[in-house]
């Protein structure tokens, strides 16, 4: 059973606008939540954080929101730029368990058109 | 900055043959991690270790182990190689305790793209 969900494979925008990218998740034990950019051929690298006493983080041209009612964020990135263009996975865990095991998305692929 | 490193970017083996992936991080951390990426799959645990000699299966960890022996190195091991291990594999690591304010992020190598003919 899939506890991290990204529902959509791909996405394309065009730079200098919005992209969005949402993650959904189904265990209620998870409080903390991060995510992931990655270049082909390259490790993930980390972007942003969020914890669960919050529903906002910002940094820069990334925000995450937290609806924990919803069980759902999503990574705000303004302008896209063609940099930007890689996969991104969201990932999840439960804080104060003593494991740091991150349970992750599928990904979703980002295109960023000039 | 924290630096893992893994000790090829590519690898070809033949299916059946013992391999080797090698994964070091200078960082004095507790936690490493095993992972493999397939497109559309995400990255999958295949083990996780939180100590010297200590290990911990993930959510894929058959025709896999792993070792480690020294604090600073995590091997997975492929004591048979399948077409079906064919992946990117992405070694991770991360500190225990609270020690910084992005106290879950992982630290990840470069990976090893491994296919198995």
């Known amino acids: 059973d899939q506890q991290v969900k990204q529902n959509s494979p791909s996405l394309s925008v065009q730079e200098g606008r919005i992209s969005i990218l949402n993650c959904d998740y189904t265990?209620?034990?998870?409080?903390?939540f991060l995510w992931y950019k990655k270049y082909p051929a390259e490790g993930p690298t980390f972007l942003i954080s969020?914890?669960?006493?919050?529903d906002k983080n910002e940094d820069g041209r990334f925000t995450v929101f937290l609806n924990k009612s919803a069980k759902h964020l999503s990574l705000h990135i303004v302008p896209s730029q063609p940099g930007d263009s890689a996969v991104y996975f969201c990932?999840?865990?439960?804080?104060?368990?003593?494991?740091?095991?991150?349970?992750f998305g599928k990904g979703t692929k980002l295109s960023v058109i000039p | 900055d924290v630096k893992v490193t893994q000790s090829s970017r590519y690898l070809v083996k033949r299916t059946g043959e013992k391999v080797f992936l090698e994964c070091v991080q200078d960082?004095?951390?507790?936690?490493m991690f095993w992972y493999r990426q397939d497109p559309g799959l995400g990255l999958r645990l295949i083990y996780f270790?939180?100590?010297?000699?200590?290990?911990e299966k993930g959510d894929i960890p058959e025709g896999y182990s792993v070792s480690r022996e020294k604090k600073e190195r995590f091997s997975l091991i492929l004591e048979s190689a399948s077409t079906n291990q064919t992946s990117m594999y992405l070694c991770?690591?991360?500190?225990?305790?609270?020690?910084?304010?992005?106290?879950?992020?992982?630290?990840f190598g470069p990976g090893t793209r491994l296919t198995v003919t």
């Open positions: 991770a690591s991360i500190a225990g305790g609270d020690t910084s304010g992005n106290k879950y992020e992982q630290y």
């Open positions: 265990n209620s034990m998870f409080d903390y």
């Open positions: 960082m004095d951390h507790e936690n």
């Open positions: 969020i914890s669960s006493i919050k």
């Open positions: 990932a999840a865990t439960r804080t104060g368990a003593g494991s740091y095991q991150l349970t």
């Open positions: 270790s939180y100590d010297v000699k200590m290990k």
